[in-house]
Structure formats: structure tokens, C-alpha cells
């Protein structure tokens, strides 16, 4: 709770970020309430961006690594028939290079897949652990241990190229471990947004806002398809440093709430009434209640807040078809011939980026659309149901053309991640701060951390499968990936028709409202 009381307000400045009390003294006076959000907001963005950044790098070097020069398979569907009709057309793939050990032998690919579900099982575990955490310890601290921690092992990564390493179980433990620093960054940034951000229009903000993820992914593909020229290991370096240098940056100038940093009671309410003549945009998340006095949402009590299982649960299969395409894009396009021809690997990680530029419209129409008819598991089904014929069309005519390629591919994006998005964002924050919890802000980071820490246990899944299906069919991968987005639109359809009937009782209730006669009295 913000006070005017002197002792307690040196203690709550004394407790602002370092950087934050630089600026301040340069200025000679305190920052205001939406200086504090806009710090807020273009902290968390780069911040959760460099994390996608070194997260897109792996799937950028695959093709590097395991070049697979003779034996692909160029399978694709007949166009006039749904089911799966292979051809076994054998590719004349030319240029490749000789492959890194042990990625370079027969078995390679099922070894690139078996690192990426280390890796990811490792992350959803660590998110649960995370969250839980994440609503007990200051969330500033966390955030920067975890990227300081990434960047220190995706660059471990990077280092075998020079020190000639070539042993599985080194690659194997590096991603693990740099998988549980990952996992910190999610519930972190969500619950220090969730913190600072209003409730009205939250799917439209966190629509925007969410643009981090294609934005990290579409920055780690080009840092990562660039620096190959120079040698693969640059391309997990470079980004490891990034993240480092941008943890320092979050201790430095991130605020994680109005009440640790004492935001003055005048600021807050000037806020807040400019919040009301913009339909509360700016009005803060979560009650200003003394969080000494909230008791952390347990485990298993997060996971009873109506509308957590089911959405945890569309989140495992949409994140298993995202992260299918975010690990394993770049090595189809580049196994897979475009009119005629095939992408070099630096080419097609850059190409890959239109799949989240995609992603980036996808996931603020998915967050405006919820805002505005009010429902947003009808909003995310919607788009896991168009998501299927979607990935169809790229998979049967994609290869026609690189104009077919590129919109087909762009479509996808937008389709594949926009429930990805919503739920992740505006869904978790709902469920958060649910009305069953009484006002209690201490379970947002819980609730988030449940919600995609499940989903990330499908996001494993999926590069798994796809490691081992891939070498006999990339259409067997798309008809695995259309399948999982069918069960995820189906996982919602509870809530969906729910809230079609609170809509339809409240558009009866209106009607019986109206006035018989057209002619009312003046």
C-alpha cells in the first residue's frame, strides 16, 4: 500500500530499481504513474523477445547440423484428395554441407528432435516451478537470474563449434539446463504486466503486447540465418549475450508493482481517472491490497478455478502445432522444394519469419475480436477450426510457388497463433484474478505458470514426434499437427457454448426489456 507516512516512503523509493532512482535524480522529481507503465511495457517486451530469440536459434542451425545431403523424401498430398497419398520422389538436393557429429549420421534428426523435448519437458516442468515461485519471491530478481542463466548456456551451446565437441549427452545437458532457465520467464513478465495494466481492453493490449514472441522469433531467425556464414556457433553466442546484457537491463529498470516502488496516491488516482474516460485501460490489474496479507494460491487450488483445465488443456495441443512450426519450419522449407528448387539454409531461417509476422496479426485480431463480443473461448476455437484447412493449403500448395509459400505461410501464422496468444495472455490474466479468488493477487503467476507450463509439455510433444515422423513423411507431421488443432478447438467447447448461451439469454433478456408499443412517452 502506497503511504505518505516519510520513514515508509524512503523505504518504498529505496526500493525502486536502480536505474529507475538514476532517472529520477537526473530529473529532479519522481516519475509518474504511466511513466511507470511504459517502462513497464517496453521492458517486459524485449525482455520475453530475447528469450524467443535464443529459442529460434536452434531450429535455424538444424539444416547446419544435420544436412541429410542424400535419401529426403518429397512427399506431399494429391490435391484432389484430403487423405494422406504419398509419392516417393526421390531429391537431387545439391550444396549441402558435411554436417556436425553426431547430428550427421542416419539417426540424426531423431537426435535434433530428442534435445528439443529435453529441452521443452525440462521448460514445462521448470514453469510449474516457476509460477509457484514466481507469487512468493520478487519477480525482478527471478526474471534476470533466468536470462543471465540463459544466455550463459545458449552460448555453451555455441562453444562447441570452436571447442571441437561432438559428445550428444554435452548438447543434451546444455539445452536441459538452459530449458529451466527459460521457464522463468513467462509467469514473470505476465505477472509484472498483470500488475501495472487494467482489466478493459486486455485482450487488445496483451494482443499487442504478445507481438514479443513473433518479434523474438523473427530477430533470433535473422541474427541466427546471418551469423551462419561465420560459423553455426556464432549463431547461439551472440544470442546468448544478448539475453544476458538485456537481464541486466530488467534489474536495472524493471518495477515489478505500484506497491513496492511507492507510486504516490495522487498519481494513481489521476491515472485512474484518465483510465475511466478511456474505458479503464489504464486502471491497475489487481487491487492495491497489502500483500502481506494475501496468502499465495496453492497448486492444486489454481487448478480448480473454473476455466484453468480446459484452457491448460487447448493450450497443450495449440502449442504442440506452434512450436512444431517453431522448431521445424526452417529445416522443412529447406528440405522441401519450391517450384522446382530448393532454399539455401540461410534462406529459408529468413523466410521462416513470415510464419510469425503472421503470428503477430494473428494474436492482436485474436485479443480485439475476444474484447469485443466479450468471449474469448469462442474467439480461440474459432481460430484453432480455421487453423486446419489452413495448414492443408500450405502443406498441398505451398511448395507451387514462393508468392503460394509465403501467403499460405503468413495465413498459418496468424491462425496457429492467435489462440496460442490469447490464451497465454488476456485468458491467463482473466483466470488470475478470477472472482473466486476474492480479490487475492498473489495467484497470477501460478495461474499462468499452470496454464502454459501445460501447454509446454505439448510443446515438447510435438518437435518429438515431428524428429522421428519427419524422415518418412512431412504429410504425416501435417496431419498430426491438423489434428491436434481439431482437439483443441473441441477441448473448449464446454465454455464455448457457454458463453453462446449467456449471450443469448442476455440478447432475450434485452428483447423482453423493450418497450411493447413503439411509442414511448416523452
Known sequence: MVTTDPQTRETQIAKRPLGIRIIERIKGSELSFKSYQAIVLITTFFAYASYHATRKTTSIVKSVLDPKTTSLTSTHYYSNSFFLTLTGNKSNKPGLNDGWAP????????????IDVAFL???????????????RVNLKNLLTIGMVGTGIFTAFFGTAYWLDIHNFYYFLGVQMIAGLFQATGWPSVVAVVGNWFGKSKRGLIMGIWNAHTSVGNITGSLIASYLLRFGWGWSFVVPGLIIALFGLLVFLFLPVS??????????????????????????????RGESSEEKPVG????????????FALCLFFSKLVAYTFLYWLPFYISHTAINGEYLSDSTAGTLSTIFDLGGVLGGILAGHISDKINARALTAATFTYLAIPSLYFYR???GLSLTHNVLLMFLTGMLVNGPYALITTAVSTDLGTHK????????????????????????????LVTGYVSAKSWSAVFTMLMSAALIAGLLLSRLVIAEISTKIEARRKNLSDLPVSGMVEP
Not at 300 to 307: L, V
Not at 440 to 452: E, G, W
Open 103 to 114: 547430428f550427421d549420421s542416419s539417426n540424426g534428426t531423431a537426435m535434433l528432435g530428442n
Open 121 to 135: 519437458a525440462i521448460y514445462a516442468f521448470g514453469m510449474y516451478f516457476a509460477g509457484h515461485l514466481g507469487d
Open 258 to 287: 505500484p506497491v513496492l516502488v511507492g507510486v504516490r496516491e495522487e498519481e494513481e488516482r489521476e491515472s485512474e481517472s484518465f483510465g475511466e474516460k478511456n474505458n479503464g485501460v489504464l486502471e491497475p490489474l489487481l487491487e
Open 299 to 310: 497448486f492444486m487450488e489454481a487448478w480448480r478455478i473454473p476455466g484453468v483445465a480446459p
Open 396 to 398: 498441398s500448395y505451398g
Open 436 to 463: 473466486s479468488l476474492n480479490g487475492n493477487s498473489r495467484a497470477l503467476a501460478t495461474v499462468t505458470a499452470i496454464i502454459d507450463g501445460t501447454g509446454s509439455v505439448g510443446a515438447a510433444v510435438g518437435p
